[in-house]
């Protein structure tokens, strides 16, 4: 995949996965977490199978098995959260793990140890706890939570960048896209007796749009370029995706932002783009070093 056409389709990723995060709370009020986690997942597996059923393979199958398990862990707490704490908070405390994907990259790729990144990861997190001073009980749990869907979004995608190298993208994704459907299954069973509130047109609509383009075609985007362009700089040019969520949560679903929410987002925010300038540096000085 070419670059251009990576940073392309990361920014469709982007957009559509911040939408996501209003249009997921707006459906818990109608389904529960975890029956909306196995119909999502399970559609998203269907519509992909035709794609790659001839090209199944045991490396891919394994290690995007494997790479399941974090993005399972990551769907759980984020949708849990949103049960919690509003869409727009969500979208920018999830936004977290575009700082955290370098410093997973120094244990997991061993990409060497990076003080600036460790520092603007402690800003962004001054960030979050700013956005939870005036939340409730309910709220900071909903956040909590979502920090940890930061943390298992960002372990995701270094792992990926780790096992996709000689990979297929497609089969890849179908993988973990079927450990996340099988284990939420396994934890709530009782979830596939609940099909009848897919006659409730807004979940269907919701498990569809989350399914289709949320899922299958995000999770493949995202897998193609991080295999092409590295975890980090694909986390990086996702710093769309908070900006959407606030934006979608705010203008279409009407749900209020705080002044404290409106500072911690913005320290999270420029974390995030003074780490995506430093980056930018240093590709220049390696491209201008290799021309001398």
């Given at each position: 995949?070419?670059?251009?056409?990576?940073?392309?389709?990361?920014?469709?990723?982007?957009?559509?996965?911040?939408?996501?995060?209003?249009?997921?709370?707006?459906?818990?009020?109608?389904i529960?977490?975890?029956?909306?986690?196995?119909?999502?997942f399970?559609?998203?597996s269907?519509?992909?199978?035709?794609?790659?059923?001839?090209?199944?393979?045991?490396?891919?199958?394994?290690?995007?098995?494997?790479v399941?398990i974090?993005?399972?862990?990551?769907?759980?707490?984020?949708?849990?959260?949103?049960?919690?704490?509003?869409?727009?908070?969500?979208?920018?405390i999830?936004?977290?793990?575009?700082?955290?994907?370098?410093?997973?990259?120094?244990?997991?790729?061993?990409?060497?140890v990076?003080m600036?990144?460790?520092?603007?990861?402690?800003?962004?997190?001054?960030?979050?706890?700013?956005?939870?001073?005036?939340?409730?009980?309910?709220?900071?749990?909903?956040?909590?939570?979502?920090v940890?869907?930061a943390?298992?979004?960002?372990?995701?995608?270094?792992l990926?960048?780790?096992?996709?190298?000689?990979?297929?993208?497609?089969?890849?994704?179908?993988?973990?896209l079927?450990?996340?459907?099988?284990?939420?299954?396994?934890?709530?069973p009782?979830?596939?007796?609940?099909?009848?509130?897919?006659?409730?047109s807004?979940?269907?609509?919701?498990?569809?749009?989350?399914?289709?383009?949320?899922?299958?075609?995000?999770?493949?985007?995202?897998?193609l370029?991080?295999?092409?362009?590295?975890?980090?700089?694909?986390a990086?040019?996702?710093?769309?995706?908070?900006?959407?969520?606030?934006?979608?949560?705010?203008?279409?679903?009407?749900?209020?932002?705080?002044?404290?929410?409106?500072?911690?987002?913005?320290?999270?925010?420029?974390?995030?783009?003074?780490?995506?300038n430093?980056?930018?540096?240093?590709?220049?000085?390696?491209?201008?070093?290799?021309l001398?």
């Amino acid at each position: 995949m070419e670059r251009k056409v990576a940073f392309s389709g990361l920014i469709f990723v982007a957009v559509v996965w911040g939408s996501t995060f209003p249009i997921i709370a707006t459906s818990l009020k109608f389904i529960d977490p975890m029956s909306f986690l196995l119909f999502r997942f399970i559609i998203a597996s269907l519509v992909l199978f035709p794609f790659i059923y001839k090209r199944i393979n045991k490396r891919d199958a394994i290690l995007g098995s494997l790479v399941g398990i974090p993005l399972f862990l990551g769907y759980v707490t984020q949708t849990y959260g949103l049960e919690y704490t509003s869409p727009s908070m969500s979208g920018l405390i999830t936004g977290i793990y575009i700082i955290l994907t370098p410093i997973l990259s120094i244990f997991i790729l061993k990409n060497g140890v990076d003080m600036v990144k460790i520092y603007l990861t402690v800003a962004a997190f001054v960030g979050m706890v700013l956005m939870s001073v005036t939340s409730t009980s309910g709220q900071i749990l909903g956040n909590v939570l979502t920090v940890g869907t930061a943390i298992f979004y960002a372990l995701q995608m270094v792992l990926t960048e780790k096992y996709l190298v000689k990979g297929d993208p497609m089969v890849f994704t179908f993988f973990q896209l079927v450990v996340v459907a099988v284990l939420s299954l396994v934890v709530s069973p009782e979830s596939v007796l609940k099909v009848g509130v897919l006659t409730n047109s807004y979940v269907l609509f919701s498990i569809l749009f989350n399914a289709i383009l949320g899922t299958t075609l995000a999770i493949w985007i995202l897998s193609l370029s991080i295999k092409s362009i590295s975890a980090y700089l694909t986390a990086l040019i996702l710093i769309i995706e908070p900006v959407s969520a606030v934006a979608v949560s705010t203008i279409f679903f009407h749900y209020p932002v705080t002044s404290l929410m409106l500072l911690g987002g913005v320290i999270i925010l420029v974390s995030m783009l003074l780490a995506i300038n430093r980056e930018n540096k240093k590709k220049t000085e390696i491209i201008n070093d290799s021309l001398v």
